[in-house]
């Protein structure tokens, strides 16, 4: 197990899921899609916590992966991400394909649009459905992602929630990369890095 605290999510429609943000192939993980065909093992960004179970996801599902072009280097960093945190992790492939702003994800019959978040990381997307939204590392219930690690920018992680998820609906669910699900105007009203915006 890793140190990493980390929500992975799998979304499931009719006899189809998506695996999105494998950070670490568990063996809860590997339950919730065994009676499911994954479709495809999606990052939303490319740093270890949410990307270091890619290789075992892609080995043991043969679904191909995605994540935005601009995160391509960090992917395959993966192990010297490993190195920093002393957790041993195997190198992912490469992407089958990048996804993009304006992109649609199919699940089933759902769609999931693709919104390019940059700042946590170069290459973050959020994918937007139906009343909610997979947030990964870009907005957190009372805050916000972290800017300190290689190809984070403060200024631009602020700009895309101002104009890519503060314009979404106030009932809107978020679901974070870590921690409590939370809404959009819960954190319109109460987030303290977001007042005046």
Do not use: W
């Given at each position: ?135 990964g590392d870009v907005l957190f219930a009372g805050s916000i992602g972290r800017t300190d690690l290689p190809g984070g920018d403060y200024e631009q992680l602020i700009e895309s929630i101002r104009t890519k998820l503060l314009p979404l609906p106030d009932n809107m669910v978020v679901y974070s990369g870590h921690g ?18």
């Open positions: 197990m890793t140190p990493f605290v980390e929500n992975c999510y799998v979304l499931r429609e009719g006899g189809e899921s998506i695996v999105i943000d494998p950070g670490e192939a568990t063996e809860e993980l590997k339950a919730a899609v065994a009676d499911t065909q994954v479709t495809m093992i999606v990052n939303t960004h490319c740093h270890i916590d949410h990307a270091g179970g890619n290789a075992e996801m892609v080995r043991l599902t043969g679904a191909p992966l995605l994540c935005h072009a601009d995160d391509l280097p960090l992917l395959r960093t993966i192990e010297q991400q490993g190195m920093m945190f002393g957790v041993p992790v195997e190198a992912s492939p490469d992407p089958d394909r990048f996804i993009a702003e304006g992109d649609t994800i199919h699940v089933g019959s759902a769609a999931l649009r693709v919104l390019h978040t940059p700042g946590h990381a170069p290459g973050h997307v959020v994918l937007v459905g139906d009343g909610f939204v997979i947030g409590p699900a939370t809404t959009i105007g819960r954190e319109r009203k109460h987030n303290p890095f977001l007042t005046g915006l």
